[in-house]
């Protein structure tokens, strides 16, 4: 059995797993009823507030790719993203979308420089935009939890915001390792990536935008989350859900499940027990929250089998600029 076959095998056995644990402790018939009792007119502004995000997540790498001078069209960036948003829903991981972006940008004109490094990038600011919106939103939502929870919240997402910091720094600077390993080309390509990252988060206007596009991501996601817990009759409030579900999604990124099932499960139940949510509540909610991303995933597969070009080939060299 290769590699590959038991990262996979161990995948599986991650979010089985999981998924086993919860539904041990869980009444399953209750988080069911939940599901089949959900408010249909709820469900449909979900539905409207998630081509919203579609369109907010499409804007905020286009400014990306205009920091590092690279030029997507909107209506190409919407097609890969939703070819990509398609392939985190249908791989055995939530981030194999990224490579699928970062072909299909590269074969849609892009120097591959830009195309792998566009997509880090948003990505990166996606996670600094998460970061910011739970240091912020904390001190509202402290009193929300007991003292023995707030005891370690407090220091964790300051611990958070710290490690954000920190880790952008470090990556703004990744051109600075040492000569003699200069001639390496993954090396080469980091250095590249700290110029790049340097343009988008040193630039006022440009980490402004990529910045600010990522927060009314996590907040219209936070809003979408919130809905869906109306529509399930839970007692939560929208304050809630933009502290809890950032660490939920954080952790989705994780490649040790299939597409974040199990894991995303596991995450939510264990984030809104804090607020008294009853597990299978939160159960129901998450398991709302992955169908959602299915149906979602839906269209962007549609485009890949409607995409004349949908064999990926090996790219062995990485143009300059």
Known sequence: MSKKHIALALKFLVSGGLIWMLVDGIDLGAARDRILAADVKMLGLVLLLSVVQIGICVIRWRVVLGAIRAVLSFADGLRIYLMGFFF???????????AVRVYKAYKGGLSLSCAINGVML??????????????????????????????????????????????????????????????????????????????????????????????????????????????????????????????????????????????????????????????????????MFGLLGLLFGLPGGVVWMMSADRKIEAIDDIPAK
């Open 88 to 98: 985190n829903q249908a791989l055995p991981s939530s981030v194999g979308g990224d």
């Open 122 to 287: 948003e990505r990166v600011a996606t996670v600094l935009g998460l970061i910011a919106l739970v240091v912020i939103a904390t001190p509202f939502f402290i009193d929300r939890v007991g003292p023995d929870e707030a005891a370690w919240i407090i220091p964790f997402v300051s611990l958070l915001g710290v490690g954000g910091v920190t880790g952008l720094i470090v990556l703004m600077f990744l051109d600075r390792l040492p000569s003699r390993i200069s001639h390496w080309r993954f090396v080469r390509g980091l250095a590249m990536l700290a110029a790049d990252s340097r343009r988008v988060f040193l630039s006022p206007v440009h980490a402004v935008q990529a910045l600010g596009w990522s927060f009314a991501g996590h907040v219209n996601v936070a809003l979408t989350v919130y809905l869906l817990a109306l529509s399930l009759d839970l007692q939560i409030t929208w304050l809630d859900c933009m502290v809890l579900i950032p660490p939920v999604l954080l952790v989705m990124t994780l490649p040790i499940s299939i597409a974040g099932w199990g894991v995303r499960e596991q995450a939510m139940v264990t984030a809104f027990a804090l607020i008294g949510v009853p597990g299978e509540g939160a159960l129901a909610l998450s398991i």
